[in-house]
Nanobody
Framework: QVQLVESGGGLVQPGGSLRLSCASS????????VGWYRQGPEKQRELVAS???????KYADSVKGRFTISRDNARNTVFLQMNSLKPEDTAVYYC????????WGQGTQVTVSS
C-alpha cells in the first residue's frame, strides 16, 4: 500500500523561504520520477518540479530559479526548497510520481502573505 506524506508548509511572508519534504512507504523514489505538484485556490493541480531516477530536474517556468527539487535516497525523501516566495505560490503542495498515481497524500499548505 502506497503512502505519501508531505510536510514543511506554513505561513511565510513574500520573499521568504520554505523547505517541503515528501516521504513514502511503498514507493521507492530513486527508481522513479517524482514530482511536486500544487493546487491553488480555484485552480487545477499543476506540476511545478520533478526529479528523475537519474537525478535530472525540471521546473515549471513560474518557479524556475526560485525552487529546487532534490532527493535523499537513504531516507527515501524528496525535498522542495522554495525561495523568493510570492503570493501566487500559495497552494496545497503534493508529491507523487510523475505521471501521478491516482492516490494522493494529504498535501501541505503553503500560504504566502504579508
Amino acid at each position: 500500500q502506497v503512502q505519501l506524506v508531505e510536510s514543511g508548509g506554513g505561513l511565510v511572508q513574500p520573499g521568504g523561504s520554505l523547505r517541503l519534504s515528501c516521504a513514502s512507504s511503498g514507493m521507492i523514489f530513486r527508481f522513479i520520477t517524482v514530482g511536486w505538484y500544487r493546487q491553488g485556490p480555484e485552480k487545477q493541480r499543476e506540476l511545478v518540479a520533478s526529479i528523475s531516477s537519474a537525478g535530472s530536474t525540471k521546473y515549471a517556468d513560474s518557479v524556475k530559479g526560485r525552487f529546487t527539487i532534490s532527493r535523499d535516497n537513504a531516507r527515501n525523501t524528496v525535498f522542495l526548497q522554495m525561495n523568493s516566495l510570492k503570493p501566487e505560490d500559495t497552494a496545497v503542495y503534493y508529491c507523487n510520481r510523475e505521471p501521478p498515481f491516482s492516490y494522493w497524500g494529504q498535501g501541505t499548505q503553503v500560504t504566502v502573505s504579508s
